[in-house]
């Protein structure tokens, strides 16, 4: 819990602060992570005396309370927060830890054993699929030297926090030629060197010695020195697992090891052979594995990598280059053609066409201008731009992306979290399963001892479920990160995998399925009058009205043309009156002009020569007439539109249709759902009825409800995730819609870029006002949730064929090494990684 007090000048500052009238206090609820969680929470606060507000936030397990510090204090709120069920934490600095040789489930296990022994930590988690370990303290204990000291005991080495690289870090290039991997080659040519004395030259294989009362062949002491060379870091490994009381693939891989060399010397089994190539495969395998790994991080690197680490400031009457994070909020920063963008700012010189792409995934360059906002991580295309910065290097949209990204992988799906609870399970079964066929097999399947404890060998390498625990995190991190490439945030793998199995989807009408901008979209000139003369008349009496019909208005009449206004006049709840030229005007609703007494089922429209003549007017019946009333209006309106008339005292100079326009791409997306899946599309709006129904047939929508007030928005959601199997997506601005989107299954906000509130409310979030991106989302969250089912049942299926078949001497050692372990841990890193190939502009072409 953070509460901070006002600064000297009274101002107050940071998450929390209090005054003379309120004090404003923000908990850590981290097991608050629902819309169900929030409410609970929210309601059991509202029950103190002087609360003014409660603002749950489930995205960050936090609560805001402002409060009368007369009426309550930050311990009753506590208690409340309890009183629902939840525990408060206290607030703690939060540390990110590279621990790149971290790249299995079993390696975070040991590093997490290590964490749980230092007192002051409040919470931590091991994240192998990015190799880090974030944790958060309560204090200054304990140091991060000891944090470092802790994942070291584990076994593995820490860069520093900050990310920077250390000088050993295996990387895509060196990992081949690293330490490691000159130990496993040579442990190989020699491993290859005593199989030839074994099996092709077995004359040359004679007796070298004896070991208790064993004899020691030539061979065999080639099998001991890739052991020796080979072994040493997997026997290094198990060391730190078995004093970490960590049962993992290292632990079980060097009892096999020394069970076997154990076997050979002490009861004169001889399988050297088998000792030497659990060593060198499982060598290899960790290579296969680590080079998987390291593949699927390429994905969120390359996330990291889009920021530039320096940029051009305006200092002292010069221009200087110094690093983004010695760049402050307010500063000037150049950005020449070609450059990356360095910081989040506004433009505030030059103009020039800039590649939104890496945020936003929009494929077409964005003109920026004077007052446009620009993102940190863009690419400025053409022309020269001054930046006024806005935001730190770290807190940029860029840097909230990635640190969102790296942070999703900590909502679990509920696929990874049975695999969490099965695995569990698994390694105890089929150890105890090694034991029991270890010693039953020469009693029941009648074989040699030997053969017996190869069997059991074979079946402690096949009990870690190493491929079968990575099998969903590696998919959601790639599904995630191919996501955030395309301009879409998705916050956890809870929320991919929910995306995929929604069969209805709910659109809000405004800024959703529209622009939430309006415009003119057609003007009829009556009278002999032209559109140019309406429009000027139009913009002189909208000029200093401030409704949004009359800026659409004004934006569409341009700047020529100016005339005298006086005697500016608004009509309330009808239109305005002023005097154009000493002329009086009017503009408004149909209504208006009814009271003016005007037979608006009898005008006529200009003719192309611009002039009604006589003979016209006396054929009225058939050229030009309109009937406004009856027929122009209500067809307008029924399109969506807002309809503005204007005229004098005496005569009617045209009409305007005003109406907020439908995105272009609004019904390609509705009908991409549809084709992809989704069962039932409906859009929620406060609307009116007439403008609902028009957009609703414009873009296809299966249903519609219009003029809802917010709660009844959540009603209808909550009707629909009820009538749905799968649940309910909701798409909306990610703030007026905010009640609607939290109800939801899925909560996707439209246009989030730069915005603070959509990025941490929002489930998934459309960085560009894109809505062509939505059919993209739910295609890739199906594909990531049948990747994920893939993943799971085939490392399980084939694990468990694995370990059955070993008793009846169907898997030699060497296949549960390469197939059980290594081959899986591949594969389906190999699998996940075709997210990462689905791309927003390949959905576009398929449904062309």
Same mark, same amino acid.
């Given at each position: 819990m953070t509460t901070e007090e006002p600064d000297d000048d009274g101002s107050t500052s940071g998450a929390g602060s209090s005054s003379d009238e309120h004090t404003v206090s923000q908990f850590a609820v981290p097991e608050m992570d629902c819309a169900s969680c929030a409410s609970k929470v929210e309601n059991s606060v509202r029950r103190l005396d002087g609360v003014e507000s409660v603002e749950p936030q489930v995205t960050t397990g936090t609560l805001t309370v402002t409060y009368d510090d007369g009426s309550t204090d930050d311990a009753a709120i506590t208690e409340r927060v309890r009183k629902a069920g939840y525990s408060v934490a206290d607030s703690g600095e939060t540390v990110r830890l590279s621990v790149p040789g971290m790249d299995c489930a079993s390696c975070a296990g040991k590093v997490e054993s290590a964490l749980s022994g230092l007192d002051g930590l409040q919470r931590f988690e091991a994240q192998p699929t990015t190799g880090t370990v974030v944790l958060t303290r309560t204090g200054e204990e304990p140091t991060e030297a000891a944090v470092v000291a802790a994942i070291e005991s584990a076994g593995y080495e820490v860069e520093d926090a900050t990310g920077t690289e250390s000088t050993d870090a295996e990387t895509d290039?060196?990992?081949?030629?690293?330490?490691?991997?000159?130990?496993?080659?040579?442990?190989?040519?020699?491993?290859?060197?005593? @199989?030839?004395?074994?099996?092709?030259?077995?004359?040359?294989?004679?007796?070298?010695?004896?070991?208790?009362g064993s004899d020691i062949h030539a061979a065999d002491v080639f099998f001991l020195v890739a052991v020796a060379v080979g072994g040493q870091a997997i026997l290094r490994n198990g060391y730190y697992s078995a004093r970490n009381r960590n049962l993992d693939i290292d632990l079980l891989m060097s009892i096999a090891i020394l069970g076997a060399l154990t076997a050979s010397l002490a009861f004169g089994e001889a399988l050297y052979f088998e000792a030497a190539t659990l060593a060198v495969l499982f060598s290899v395998a960790e290579l296969l594995e680590r080079y998987s790994m390291d593949r699927a991080r390429d994905s969120l690197e390359e996330l990291m990598d889009l920021s530039p680490a320096e940029a051009t400031v305006q200092r002292d009457g010069g221009e200087v280059t110094v690093p983004v994070e010695e760049v402050d909020v307010g500063e000037r920063v150049v950005v020449k053609p070609g450059e990356k963008i360095p910081l989040d700012g506004d433009v505030i010189d030059g103009e020039s066409a800039v590649n939104q792409a890496p945020i936003t995934g929009e494929s077409v360059p964005v003109d920026k201008t004077v007052g446009d906002e620009v993102y940190a991580g863009t690419i400025n295309e053409e022309g020269?731009?001054?930046?006024?910065?806005?935001?730190?290097?770290? =807190?940029?949209?860029?840097?909230?992306?990635?640190?969102?990204?790296?942070?999703?992988?900590?909502?679990?799906? /509920?696929?990874?979290?049975?695999?969490?609870?099965?695995?569990?399970?698994?390694?105890?079964?089929? $150890?105890?399963?090694?034991?029991l066929v270890t010693v039953a097999s020469p009693v029941v399947l009648g074989t040699t001892l030997s053969t017996a404890v190869v069997y059991g060998l074979t079946l402690l390498v096949l009990a870690c479920p190493c491929a079968f625990v990575?099998?969903? *995190?590696?998919?959601?991190?790639?599904?995630?990160?191919?996501?955030?490439?395309?301009?879409?945030?998705?916050?956890?793998?809870?929320?991919?995998?929910?995306?995929?199995?929604? /069969?209805? $989807?709910?659109?809000?009408?405004?800024?959703?399925?529209?622009?939430?901008?309006?415009?003119?979209?057609?003007?009829? #000139?009556?009278?002999?009058?032209?559109? /140019?003369?309406? @429009?000027?008349?139009?913009?002189?009496? =909208?000029?200093?009205?401030?409704? *949004?019909?009359?800026?659409?208005?004004?934006? =569409?009449?341009?700047?020529?043309?100016?005339?005298?206004?006086?005697g500016f006049e608004s009509i309330t709840g009808k239109g305005v009156r002023a005097e154009l030229g000493g002329v009086p005007h009017f503009a408004g609703k149909p209504g208006l002009f009814e009271e003016l007494e005007f037979?608006?089922?009898?005008?006529?429209?200009?003719? /192309?020569?611009?002039?009604?003549?006589?003979? #016209?007017?006396?054929?009225?019946?058939?050229?030009?007439?309109?009937?406004?009333?009856?027929?122009?209006? *209500?067809?307008?309106?029924?399109?969506?539109?807002?309809?503005?008339?204007?005229?004098?005292?005496?005569?009617?100079?045209?009409?305007?249709?005003?109406?907020?326009?439908?995105?272009?791409e609004a019904r390609a997306a509705v009908e991409r759902l549809k084709a992809l899946g989704i069962e039932r599309t409906v859009m929620l709006t406060g609307d009116n009825e007439r403008t609902a129904g028009a957009i609703a047939q414009q873009v296809g929508v299966d249903d519609y409800a219009a003029e809802l007030l917010p709660d009844e928005k959540v009603a209808r959601v909550e009707e629909l995730d009820e009538e749905s199997d799968g649940g309910v997506a909701m798409v909306g601005d990610g703030i007026n819609d905010a009640p609607a989107l939290a109800t939801a299954t899925v909560g996707v906000a439209m246009g989030a870029a730069g915005t603070d509130t959509a990025l941490e409310t929002a489930d998934v979030a459309l960085l560009s006002d894109d809505l062509s991106k939505l059919p993209y989302l739910y295609d890739l969250s199906a594909r990531a949730n049948g990747v994920i089912r893939q993943n799971v049942w085939a490392s399980l299926g084939i694990k468990a064929a694995l370990a059955l078949a070993v008793p009846f001497g169907y898997v030699p050692i060497w296949l549960a090494v390469l197939a059980g372990d290594a081959g899986m841990t591949t594969a389906v890193t190999g699998n996940a990684m075709r997210l990462s190939t689905v791309r927003a502009d390949d959905l576009d072409t398929e449904s062309e």
């Open positions: 290039e060196s990992l081949w030629t690293s330490p490691r991997a000159l130990k496993t080659w040579a442990s190989g040519a020699v491993l290859a060197v005593g @199989l030839v004395l074994e099996f092709l030259v077995p004359g040359a294989n004679v007796p070298v010695g004896t070991v208790l020269y731009l001054e930046i006024q910065v806005t935001s730190e290097s770290s =807190e940029n949209t860029l840097s909230r992306i990635v640190e969102l990204v790296e942070d999703a992988q900590s909502n679990k799906t /509920d696929r990874e979290q049975f695999v969490e609870r099965f695995s569990a399970y698994y390694t105890p079964v089929v $150890v105890a399963f090694a034991v990575i099998s969903t *995190p590696v998919s959601v991190v790639s599904g995630i990160t191919s996501a955030a490439k395309n301009g879409v945030l998705i916050k956890g793998g809870n929320h991919l995998e929910a995306m995929g199995e929604v /069969d209805a $989807v709910a659109f809000d009408k405004t800024g959703t399925l529209t622009k939430g901008e309006l415009t003119v979209t057609d003007v009829v #000139a009556l009278n002999g009058n032209s559109e /140019d003369d309406v @429009l000027r008349c139009a913009r002189g009496l =909208e000029t200093r009205s401030e409704h *949004p019909i009359g800026e659409a208005i004004v934006a =569409e009449a341009g700047d020529g043309g100016d005339r005298e206004v006086e037979d608006l089922s009898h005008v006529h429209a200009t003719t /192309d020569g611009g002039l009604v003549t006589k003979t #016209a007017k006396q054929l009225c019946e058939r050229n030009n007439c309109l009937d406004l009333l009856d027929e122009t209006v *209500p067809r307008l309106q029924s399109e969506g539109k807002t309809v503005v008339l204007v005229g004098t005292e005496d005569e009617l100079e045209g009409v305007i249709a005003v109406a907020d326009e439908v995105r272009p």
